[in-house]
């Protein structure tokens, strides 16, 4: 402030915080740093000079570890930290729309902040927003700061330059000021990149200053400022009313055994549990999230199940409340109870969903609810039988009809049995084949039911539609494909169709075992299939086959009808029946969004993220383009599926497969492997 007589203290807390942060921040501290003064004129500094560290500061050489979300391709990365110093903020500028003139606020001078420097190893909008946002994440979980940046609670200034390839120095760095949100940070450095681009393929790099620039968030783009002083301009000398900072062992000592868990911690550890990194960056984003979640782990919950329950509805919940986790009704703990009792087969999950908004909304406990409203799930296959039986007699034109080949009415049968059980049927989708031919061991109607995986095995009459699935004898050539003694990651792209069920189908017979992880992979947009039914069905007798095959019915969207609706998440279906088929394999699901891009190479993103050792996709194309190998001159993907297009381009090895048609055979492509017939 500059007040006549005034004197600066030092705080210690300031201190200690810096501590924390060079810590979280891998550098090496300074045992003993000082304060200098920097002098420079501006009016939102009063007093004509600044404190602030130049030449030893509290911290230094360090680096921070982040991974890059998957939308934009994943990968991990390290930017260095050259620097974490102490210096006394200055005042706030107020512009007013006239431009006439501007006030000062300077309620916030001289209060301390600590300023973080980067190397230049930044090489784009996108890796200066994801190093932003990480530093914000390691002073939150830290309690350093809130780091809101609409609150100037943490604030970003960057230095962007360019350079023509091949050259060593860095060229003439410009300053960006005014950024107050990470997706601003992302644009203006894009701009500026592409700006100073522009100018030196111009000839004209002279015209390239160095000067300080603001972003201008309705033009999109930066303008000048001013032009930036030089390190001699500030003449910095010591601060002689501040004594120099003296750390001791003990003392760092103490600040170290105190740190929580960070959020690069947090990531490694999250993944080893088996969550996808899509799932990781979610949960590790926020502390109050990290700290539900594994309050709910603490408890014995089921992880995968606790993350979706928590990036899905709670956290649609969250939006649309404007409320933080730690703010709703919903403890840990009920969390918990209410996985254990979709699990356990006491609810099933459709009524889950119901009682969960109940309990962040008005709190209470899982248990009293589902006795208060009588929602323990039926799980009797005679009550079952006999609501679908009901259902029958009550729609004979419509059974007429299903007979007749309109089968989308397996929706309609599936309404009303859920709205004769009032919901109280697990989500895991089975079929009840009505009165056997005599003699066949086939069966003539199909009539959807819903059955407990937890609490009844799937039962025996609960099977597969669809071709039977024979031994393969040439599976064996496939090196690198089928079984190996080494545990590899096997990954399907899971979608409700039939070419992907054909995939799954060949996967779990003739490629995955136990010692492998197998990953059904659902790529998202806006038109794709969320929910469809999937049908189980055992090999006929006279199959040599010993495997449970799966395959899609007809479906799309969430299957409703008048007085009833099904809301089944085909994933989990396809998942309770690979752990049916194959006990000791582990199995998880993946989703990720096309945002935008194709989906062979949302496809190809994922498995570079989630080293993918072997890749199954369903392939479409007709048999006679898959035996001919359907390939374009020039390399243009034009005309060719996802599948084709995954196995000239993928970096794994990769498998597409097509159903041989009825007789249970498949056509298998490779890249080394070209329309491979393995014949029945």
Excluded at 268 to 294: H, P, T, W
Excluded at 384 to 401: D, F, S, Y
């Amino acid at each position: 402030m500059g007040l006549p007589g005034a004197l600066p203290v030092l705080n210690s807390k300031v201190i200690e915080f810096a501590v924390k942060v060079g810590l979280a921040l891998n550098c090496k501290l300074s045992f003993n740093s000082k304060f200098d003064r920097k002098q420079y004129f501006y009016p939102d500094l009063p007093k004509g000079y600044q404190i602030s560290q130049f030449d030893i500061p509290i911290a230094t050489n360090g680096y921070v570890d982040l991974d890059l979300p998957v939308e934009f391709g994943g990968g991990h990365r390290r930017f260095g930290i050259t620097r974490v110093h102490i210096e006394e903020d200055a005042g706030k500028f107020l512009h007013f729309g006239t431009g006439s003139y501007s006030q000062v606020d300077l309620n916030r001078a001289g209060v301390p902040l600590l300023e973080i420097v980067s190397e230049p190893d930044i090489r784009s909008g996108l890796e200066a927003a994801e190093y932003a946002s990480e530093i914000q994440r390691v002073v939150r979980f830290l309690g350093v700061s809130n780091g809101n940046m609409q609150e100037g609670s943490l604030r970003c200034d960057v230095n962007v330059s360019v350079r023509p390839i091949g050259q060593l120095e860095f060229g003439t760095k410009v300053e960006i000021k005014n950024l107050n949100a990470f997706s601003g940070v992302h644009r203006a450095i894009d701009y500026e990149i592409s700006r100073q681009v522009k100018l030196h393929t111009q000839g004209q790099r002279d015209q390239i200053v160095q000067e300080t620039r603001l972003w201008e968030e309705g033009a999109q783009k930066t303008v000048t400022m001013r032009k930036k002083e030089g390190l001699a301009d500030y003449r910095y000398f010591p601060e002689p009313d501040l004594p120099e900072v003296v750390l001791t062992t003990a003392y760092i000592d103490n600040i170290k055994a105190s740190l929580p868990e960070l959020p690069e911690l947090k990531r490694r550890r999250y993944e080893k549990m088996g969550l996808s990194m899509q799932d990781v960056l979610f949960l590790a984003n926020d502390i109050q999230i990290c700290k539900y979640f594994d309050a709910v782990i603490e408890k014995g919950a089921d992880v995968k199940m606790a993350t979706n329950w928590i990036m899905g509805d709670i956290a649609a919940y969250l939006k649309d409340v404007k409320l933080s986790i730690d703010e709703i009704k919903l403890t840990p703990e009920e969390l918990a109870e209410l996985i254990a009792s979709i699990k356990g087969g006491i609810i099933s999950g459709k009524i889950g969903k119901e009682i969960l908004f109940e309990l962040m909304s008005k709190g209470g406990t899982v248990k009293s609810l589902i006795e208060e409203k009588d929602l323990v799930q039926i799980v009797d296959p005679n009550e079952i039988e006999r609501m679908v039986g009901k259902a029958l007699a009550e729609n004979p034109k419509q059974l007429e009809l299903y007979r007749g080949g309109k089968t989308k009415l397996q929706g309609f049968f599936a309404g009303q049995i859920m709205k004769a059980s009032k919901g109280c049927i697990d989500d895991c989708l089975g079929f009840l084949y009505s009165t056997p031919v005599e003699g066949s061991g086939d069966y003539k109607e199909i009539l959807p039911f819903r059955f407990s995986s937890a609490v009844n095995p799937i039962p025996e009459d609960a099977f597969l539609v669809g071709s039977h699935l024979v031994d393969v004898g040439k599976a064996d050539d496939m090196e690198g494909v089928t079984t190996t003694a080494t545990a590899r990651k096997i990954m399907v792209v899971a979608d409700p169709g039939r070419e992907s069920a054909g995939a799954l189908q060949w996967a779990l017979s003739h490629c995955v075992v136990e010692h492998d992880e197998l990953i059904l992979l659902h790529v998202q947009n806006a038109a794709s299939w969320r929910n469809s039914f999937t049908f189980f069905r055992r090999p006929s007798q006279n199959s040599s086959s010993t495997s449970v095959s799966i395959e899609s019915a007809h479906g799309g969207g969430v299957v409703s009808a008048t007085g009833g609706g099904v809301d089944l998440e085909f994933l989990e279906v396809m998942k309770r029946a690979c752990e049916a088929m194959q006990p000791k394999v582990r199995v998880r699901i993946e989703r990720v969004d096309m945002e935008g891009k194709d989906k062979a190479s949302a496809i190809l993103n994922q498995c570079k993220a989630l080293s993918v050792d072997v890749l199954v996709i369903g392939q479409r194309r007709s048999i006679s383009n898959a035996i001919l190998g359907c390939r374009l001159s020039g390399g243009s993907t034009k005309g060719m599926d996802n599948a084709e297009y995954l196995i000239e381009n993928c970096k794994c090895t990769c498998v597409g497969v097509q159903k041989k048609g009825q007789n249970g055979g498949y056509v298998l492509n490779t890249r080394k492997h070209r329309n491979f017939w393995l014949l029945a």
